[in-house]
């Protein structure tokens, strides 16, 4: 099939679309004298049934083995004509199209002049014909299997998706519970239901699914491979309390030496945990895990006479010579939910966050006024960093509520001066939520007060539920304020009512950060695994924009939740749905074509610069090391599973080396000259 | 300067190495006051290894250049360290080399030598005609020495040295695993300023410049074969199939020639000057160099071999590059 | 330069496949009419020319070369199109600088919904290469036997 060309060029009329302006006879007798033609015809329709059958025919009859099509836009018919070929017994790549519609008779009104273009544009693509190759169109089988990183509800949502579909699930996530940042939400916004009450149901789902595999405090570590086929290396790492064994009861949390004394992450730090803990109470795996930096026995050696954790469990779970354990296991999608930090507020230090007791983020506050929460669901004036003073048998004075709290807006959003210019989308309404929290909790009396820049209600039901909280009383200042300052026991801020241009200085107990929600901090390993990119705001990149929210550049590789950028519930929700039936549609058909218009090495002549590897945005190529007349040398090699077929490894080629089938220079470097002849 | 006893005792040392396959310096010419390059392979080979003003050649391109015979069967391929002495352009070389895989660092062991300068030998001729004793140049001050059989003449430094000199930014090396002398301040930079005038020439008298020089070139490829960058097992300039230009001599194919020469080191020329050293029709390609260059500092804040673990200027980019051009 | 006005320059064009051919292609549906001296050579992204086809191109005969491709930011294949500028602003600045009109070497991002611009961008593109005249100073020389 490979001998020397002969081209057959069709030049189709398209009724009067292109035969209108276009003399197609003059273009026929003109593909006639080109190298290699062996049959020129017109026809009014190619694209129609007889159309096809002349081509087909010829094939048959004249042993055509290369095939022109002088049309319409091979954006619209290539694919036809590639079956025409196919239904022919030719390689569906020895087709070339010439588009003499779009960008010739519909644009062109001087019949001389578009009849003169249309020529060269078919000798363009006949020259370009004369050297294209035959290409195999390969697929791979996919694993019926898919890792999803990180359990937050996207997380969640998505395994249970396609867990459901009857999809094996690898659900890893870092912390010892599932849940995410939804799990330390009091309510959501703007319905008010209980995040708890909606949330817990599905974590015990995920954790009793006959289809997910779930793996807590756990950490992906390496993935290779490509879709259909990711080889994926888990650690799990050691809790020092035997899973199996555990049976949650708490005892040896309350023994522990060091309850109370340390932060509890999930509490945002407001409340306190000891070494060995169960994050919050419906934390699932309801097992306690054992925090090593802190645990004393384990990072000092010594705990007392014995640990004391360990006399307490009446199951015999804990053992401190539990190691990390490495899974390694194969998986044909992989779904990103890593999820999102919030700001880090001591990043404006005009606000004292760090400085003042009781200027909290508004996580810290959600936790207050969780009634699962470290304070029990009161909302009471803080007194940070005090409690080691407390003598033992000392009463605890009752805390105090504060009288007015004021809550400030687009902290670490829409705020290029800590480089976040863009909106969390969600800080408006859990303010507005919070808002009616305190209104709720401490009582209509308590003064709220919402400085903002914007509120944007743009949701189902938000706007319904901004006028709610106004007519609660609730008091939205427009200004950005300028600093926080003490003055006795109260906090002073400092801000601008732009609406009326009159400078303030408002007293209130208790100040509450609205902070944004920002890319993870540890967002660089995930990178670094999957090669994801990331968009100006620094959250991972979707494929495209509009059409591809939940696809990433890497075929098999998709995005839900907040680590693609800021979003709600639902749409964390409704983008892991997405994800899913994206990740079910190659598992479901169990194989994928891959491009076939890919890149290939000459491996002789390839100097293993590595040009090609540092800029293939889909990291399909690596340097592998051959022997070249007994010498190691370094050459590129492309992954074709990988490879989308774009062609920028060719352009930066210094030797040549890389080229792009069906594009490479020497198929493209006739219809330079063919375009360039006057 | 550095001393020459201490320059060949340290050569011997490393040739002795079990590790070091060879040494590659300079020694002197056959005649004038030209230096060559020495490969020294063994302890008793390193009396006549120098340097001294003369000693212009950029060592590096030795490196990729050396051939790979093919490695007889049932016989291993000798990965030994190479040796090499490096001024401040050439180490330049190196950096730039490894950065684009060339080779690892452990492959080569690097003998810096931080350069006072190098003379422009044809500077050195014009001046000093048809000397056929061999004769020495060496940096006493700010002159230059020149001795031969015949006596002893001083000469300013600024008068012979060569052009590349006179612009140098990195004179002492950027990467060695030895200095063989105290480090040397930079003492020059470029302006940029001839190129600068030529820039802001009317095409067409810019055109008729480039026609000039590009209708002397023989494309005899010195220029390629010399450059430490240009190391292609096989050069897509010469290759048949596709033909990016015609191997005839004429103004058009000579000029694509050296469009896609100059561009093929964009972002990878260190200005070491070698190409227009060796050109035999003088044509002034760092005037191609250089003018890339500029551009890539100035667009991109780039500057090759400068640092190994630089990703290659074209395989990279940032999202705000310029892009005032496009419509 | 070229005071003769019935010069009419031929103009070759490489379009990415996603965005700009997608832009000429909708110019062609809205039956926008535009000058017919840009020949276009379909490549599937504007980080597939090697900036020597500006040089190749000028060679065989052409008097201006366009290269367009996505918009920043929308590229097919994530960066495809940040290679191309980095690409073409040098090689331009380095025609320039050999005397090679920068009217004859022009770059532009046109999206698969800008048939209008596109429009735009040829019309700019022949008159400016109009202005400098025909580019026969770097022509292949044709051989002949």
């Known amino acids: 099939m490979n001998g020397k060309p002969k081209i057959g060029v069709y030049v189709c009329h398209c009724g009067t679309n292109i035969a209108g302006t276009v003399n197609v006879e003059e273009v026929v007798q003109f593909a006639q004298t080109l190298p290699d033609v062996v049959v020129a015809r017109n026809y009014s329709y190619m694209c129609s049934d007889p159309g096809q059958a002349l081509i087909t025919d010829d094939i048959a009859n004249m042993g055509l083995n290369r095939v022109v099509v002088a049309s319409c836009s091979p954006r619209m018919h290539e694919p036809t004509f590639r079956k025409t070929l196919l239904s022919g017994g030719l390689n569906p790549y020895f087709l070339e199209m010439a588009n003499i519609r779009e960008q010739c008779s519909w644009v062109h009104d001087d019949p001389i002049a578009a009849t003169e273009k249309a020529k060269r544009v078919v000798e363009a693509a006949v020259v370009k014909a004369r050297r294209l190759e035959a290409l195999d169109v390969k697929e791979v089988e996919v694993e019926p299997s898919c890792l999803i990183i990180g359990a937050g509800i996207a997380g969640i949502q998505a395994a249970l998706d396609i867990a459901d579909a009857g999809f094996k699930v690898y659900l890893v996530e870092k912390s010892p519970t599932v849940g995410g940042h939804m799990a330390q939400l009091d309510k959501t916004f703007p319905t008010l239901d209980c995040s708890a009450c909606i949330l817990t149901p599905k974590m015990v789902d995920v954790a009793n699914h006959p289809n997910i595999e779930l793996m807590t405090y756990s950490q992906v570590e390496e993935i290779g491979g490509y879709i259909g086929n990711f080889d994926i290396k888990v650690r799990k790492k050691s809790r020092f309390v035997d899973m199996d064994k555990c049976t949650g009861c708490g005892a040896c949390a309350e023994e522990c030496r060091m309850a109370g ?13 000891g070494a060995i803990y169960l994050p919050f109470p419906q934390a699932v795996p309801a097992k306690y895990t054992i925090d090593k930096e802190n645990c004393l026995f384990l990072s000092k050696g010594k705990c007392g006479e014995s640990p ?11 053992n401190f010579d539990l190691q990390d354990e490495v899974v390694e ?33 508004a996580l810290e506050f959600e936790r207050m006024v969780n009634a699962s929460g470290p304070t029990g669901g009161k909302v009471v004036m803080l007194e940070r960093g005090k409690k080691k003073k407390k003598k033992e048998g000392e009463e605890a004075e009752a805390p105090r509520m504060p009288r007015s709290v004021t809550f400030i807006q687009c902290v670490g959003s829409r705020d290029k001066s800590v480089g976040n210019e863009y909106c969390s989308r969600v800080c408006c309404m859990y303010t507005a939520k919070l808002a009616h929290l305190v209104k709720d909790k401490v009582g209509h009396d308590c003064e709220v007060t919402i400085f903002y820049m914007d509120v944007r209600a743009f949701g189902k039901g938000f706007e319904e539920f901004y006028d709610r909280v106004r007519r609660e009383g609730v008091k939205y200042i427009r200004g950005n304020p300028s600093e926080i300052y003490k003055k006795g026991d109260k906090l002073i801020v400092r801000a601008e009512d732009t609406l009326t241009a009159t400078p303030l200085e408002h007293e209130t107990d208790m100040v509450v950060l609205s902070v944004g929600l920002c890319p993870r ?143 490479k220079d020497l198929q493209l470097m006739p219809q330079i000259k063919a375009l360039g002849v006057k | 300067m550095v001393d020459v006893n201490k320059l060949r005792e340290k050569a011997k040392e490393v040739v002795s190495r079990d590790d070091v396959r060879m040494l590659i310096g300079y020694r002197p010419g056959t005649y004038g006051f030209r230096a060559r390059p020495a490969f020294v392979q063994g302890p008793d080979e390193v009396d006549e290894l120098i340097f001294t003003p003369a000693c212009v050649n950029n060592l590096a391109s030795y490196i990729v250049l050396e051939e790979k015979l093919p490695v007889p069967r049932g016989e291993e391929p000798d990965l030994r360290k190479v040796a090499v002495m490096v001024k401040g352009c050439d180490s330049r070389a190196l950096v730039q080399q490894m950065e684009e895989k060339a080779y690892d660092r452990e492959r080569i062991l690097v003998l810096g030598i931080p350069c006072t300068g190098v003379v422009d030998m044809a500077k050195v001729e014009a001046r000093f005609p048809n000397v056929l004793e061999r004769g020495e140049i060496a940096l006493e001050g700010d002159k230059f020495v020149l001795s031969t059989g015949g006596g002893k003449e001083e000469v300013a430094k600024e008068e012979l040295l060569a052009d590349k000199c006179l612009r140098c930014r990195y004179p002492t090396p950027l990467v060695y695993d030895e200095l063989l002398d105290a480090e040397v301040a930079r003492f020059a930079d470029d302006d940029y300023s001839d190129i600068v005038e030529l ?37 897509v300039l010469e290759r048949l199939n596709p033909q990016w230009m015609r191997r005839s001599v004429d103004v058009s194919e000579n000029t694509a020639y050296h469009i896609s020469r100059a561009y093929h080191l964009a972002g990878r020329c260190i200005q070491c000057g070698e190409c227009q050293r060796v050109c035999p029709v ?19 804040d780039y500057e090759p071999g400068t640092n190994a673990e630089n990703p290659p200027l074209l395989s990279t980019f940032k999202v705000d590059d310029r892009e005032d051009f496009i419509l | 330069m070229a005071e003769n006005s019935d010069f009419e320059p031929n103009i070759v064009a490489f379009l990415c496949n996603w965005c700009s051919y997608a832009g000429a292609d909708l110019a062609g549906t809205s039956r926008i009419q535009y000058p017919s001296n840009v020949r276009v050579i379909r490549v599937m992204c504007s980080g597939r020319v090697n900036p020597l086809f500006v040089m190749n191109a000028l060679q065989e005969g052409a008097d201006g070369v366009l290269i367009s491709g996505c918009h920043p930011g929308d590229c097919h294949y994530m960066h495809g ?65």
């Open chain 1, 329 to 361: 296991f194969k998986v044909g999608t992989i779904i990103v939910a890593t999820g999102f930090d919030i700001f880090d507020a001591r990043l404006k230090p005009e606000y004292g966050y760090g400085v003042y007791d009781n200027v909290l983020t």
């Open chain 1, 261 to 273: 004394r340390i932060p509890n992450e999930f509490d945002e730090g407001i409340g306190m945990r």
């Open chain 2, 282 to 300: 003088d044509i002034p390609l760092m005037e191609l160099n250089r003018k890339f260059y500029k551009d890539v500092e100035e667009l991109y």
């Open chain 3, 81 to 145: 199109n940040y290679y191309a500028r980095r690409r073409f602003n040098l090689m331009r600045n380095f025609l320039e600088y050999l005397g090679v009109e920068p009217q004859r070497v022009r770059m532009s991002w046109v999206s698969a919904s800008e048939g209008a611009k596109w429009k735009e961008v040829i019309e700019e593109v022949v008159n400016g290469v109009k202005e400098v005249g025909p580019m026969d100073q770097f022509k292949r020389r044709q051989l002949n036997w």
């Open chain 1, 308 to 318: 004391k954790c360990k006399e307490a469990c009446q199951a015999g779970a804990i």
């Open chain 2, 199 to 235: 820039e802001k020439r009317a095409g067409a008298e810019k055109w008729a410049y480039w026609e000039e020089k590009f209708s002397r070139c023989i494309r005899c490829y010195s220029c390629r074969n010399v450059c430490p960058m240009c190391y292609c097992e096989d050069c």
């Open chain 1, 521 to 663: 901090s540890d967002n660089r390993e995930i990178i670094d695994l999957l090669k994801l990119s990331q968009s100006s705001d620094l959250f991972y990149l979707e494929a495209h924009p509009k059409l591809r929210p939940v696809d990433t550049a890497s075929d098999g590789i998709y995005l839900a939740g907040v680590c693609q950028g800021p979003k709600d519930i639902p749409d964390a929700v409704a983008q892991a749905k997405g994800a899913a039936s994206a990740a079910m549609i190659p598992m479901a058909s169990g194989k994928v074509k891959v491009e076939a218009q890919t890149s290939v090495v000459n491996e002789d002549t390839c100097r293993g610069c590595g040009f090609c590897v540092e800029l293939c945005p889909f990291s399909a190529i690596e340097l592998v090391e051959i022997n070249r007349m007994g010498w190691p040398v370094k050459v590129a090699r492309v992954n074709e599973a990988l490879c989308k077929g774009c062609g920028a490894c060719a352009a930066a080629c210094l030797s040549g080396s890389i080229q792009q089938r069906s594009f």
